[in-house]
């Protein structure tokens, strides 16, 4: 059955605009002539996207029916591209509560369709038995397909394109332990699909007709085990074969700090990626093809979308990252910024140093920093500290960087989140380690005049409670050698690359 063939523009409300999937869907829609308007709680964090001054954001928040209402106004397609991350107290209310205000405003107001990507579901496994990341995803699918509006409600399994969580965890494993001793759930049987092809669904899904209200389960032409996963991996990232060695014993619980020990994807991301990964997802149709044709190659193998993905990371493309979505804490914490820091204390350590190179190379030292750059002092403290931020459920060190030279107000940098920027003058990173209590970590680039720079650099942060003053004054004997280090070695750097015979970039921190 064919769908609604018209070209007029549709007006789409991507939800989850600061994620993997819908940052990439946003200019996938503005492509097909689509208006685009964005849902997020801070439009702020949309802003430097190559996209924003092409869509409408505004601001507001899925669990917030109020906030909802307006976002939806005149709204032809809207997209739900949110959920919860990790498994934590409280999140399968949460997820629930938020579809059903969704739902409740998309029918108010009138809107057309609801397209929602959520996770492929196992033959034969009733929802009670399956893990809650998967159980919360049917859930939600059946709250949105209950909702009176015609939705579709896309069923994918691993998606395999650069920067996704999955594809990471695939690439870590394979890339890094040659021989490896396994979860029993590198044998089950899935089916991954390119995340081009998941985003070309859900484009075409936009024009489906009224009547077109259920499920759709989409994946790519090859079913694997996990196992052949990662073998094919190392064909095609031109790695040895890989020897691996499946054992019982791994429960998810401890296959996620396994998976949280070898790859940047931190053990509470891991976990529910685990859990579906005990079992067999397969498509048990292709009805989707009645209404977005497959082209030719089309849907991509499994090779394929691996050599893109790998493509992507060489060239620097990698446009949303798994991290993206990934902020802790809540929009009412405080900002340095904040008079009299909201009645509470305020522990800075500053730095400053007069600098002999120009405000712009000073900035590319200070926009290049972290990922495969390091931090510009005492690199073992650095390590130490994202392993110890590893073992108690943190992200660590290893996320790295979306781009190797720039940076975005949202990106994640190591165990940071670029919260502000302001280019060639400040830099404010946001901490998302383990800490008690929120801190940042700003560097500002100055001129002084006579085309020489100033650098100066805040560390900050909020105690809360005992513990976090105590943590402060325990860790501040070290702030000479790590903090001092770095605005030291951040201006040696720009300096270095300015002088005769040095290209810029030349100097390793």
């Avoid at 991996?233 to 020990?261: D, Q, T």
């Avoid at 904040?338 to 405000?359: C, K, Q």
Wanted: glycine share 10%.
């Amino acid at each position: 059955m064919a769908g609604d063939h018209t070209h007029a523009p549709l007006n789409c409300l991507v939800t989850g605009a600061t994620g993997y999937i819908g940052g990439r869907l946003v200019p996938e829609l503005l492509a097909a002539g689509h208006r685009v308007r964005c849902l997020a709680r801070t439009p702020a964090k949309l802003r430097d996207q190559p996209w924003a001054g092409e869509v409408e954001s505004v601001r507001g928040d899925v669990t917030d029916a109020a906030s909802l209402a307006p976002a939806m106004a005149g709204i032809d397609v809207a997209y739900y591209l949110v959920h919860a991350l990790t498994t934590g107290a409280g999140f399968e209310e949460t997820d629930r509560r938020a579809a059903a205000a969704f739902a409740e405003q998309a029918r108010a107001a009138g809107v057309g369709r609801i397209v929602y990507l959520g996770g492929l579901t196992p033959e034969g496994v009733s929802e009670q038995e399956l893990s809650p990341h998967l159980r919360s995803r049917a859930e939600v699918g059946r709250i949105l397909l209950e909702s009176g509006v015609p939705t579709t409600a896309l069923r994918a399994a691993v998606i395999i394109g650069s920067g996704s969580a999955s594809f990471e965890m695939l690439r870590y494993l394979t890339e890094r332990l040659p021989v490896m001793v396994t979860p029993s759930w590198v044998s089950t049987r899935i089916q991954p699909i390119a995340v081009r092809d998941v985003l070309r669904y859900l484009v075409g899904s936009a024009r489906m007709p009224r009547d077109v209200n259920r499920t759709f389960d989409i994946g790519g032409p090859d079913v694997l085990t996990y196992r052949d996963m990662m073998q094919r991996y190392a064909e095609v990232a031109e790695l040895p074969h890989r020897l691996i060695l499946p054992v019982p014993m791994l429960s998810p619980g401890l296959s996620s700090h396994w998976v949280g020990l070898i790859t940047p994807v931190p053990a509470s991301i891991a976990r529910p990626l685990a859990e579906s990964l005990r079992y067999e997802v397969v498509c048990r149709e292709h009805d989707i093809a009645g209404y977005v044709p497959d082209g030719a190659g089309q849907p991509f193998s499994f090779e394929t979308a691996l050599r893109l993905a790998l493509q992507r990371i060489r060239e620097a493309r990698v446009t949303t990252r798994w991290s993206s979505a990934s902020v802790p804490g809540v929009p009412s914490d405080p900002l340095p910024t904040d008079p009299d820091w909201a009645g509470g204390s305020l522990y800075t350590d500053v730095r400053e140093r007069a600098v002999d190179a120009s405000p712009e190379a000073l900035w590319r030292v200070v926009e290049g920093i972290g990922g495969e750059h390091g931090w510009y002092s005492f690199p073992l403290a650095w390590a130490v500290r994202g392993w110890l931020d590893r073992l108690v459920g943190g992200v660590g060190l290893r996320r790295g960087r979306r781009d190797t030279d720039r940076l975005r107000v949202g990106d994640s940098l190591d165990f940071w989140r670029v919260e502000e920027i302001e280019p060639g003058h400040l830099l404010r990173l946001r901490a998302e380690m383990r800490l008690p209590g929120p801190a940042w970590l700003e560097m500002y680039v100055e001129p002084d005049g006579e085309g020489r720079s100033r650098y100066r650099q805040r560390a900050l942060f909020h105690p809360r409670g005992l513990f976090g003053h105590a943590y402060w004054w325990s860790v501040s004997p070290f702030h000479a050698l790590v903090f001092g280090g770095m605005a030291r070695n951040i201006a040696r750097a720009a300096e270095t690359r300015t002088s005769p015979g040095r290209a810029v970039g030349a100097v390793s921190p």
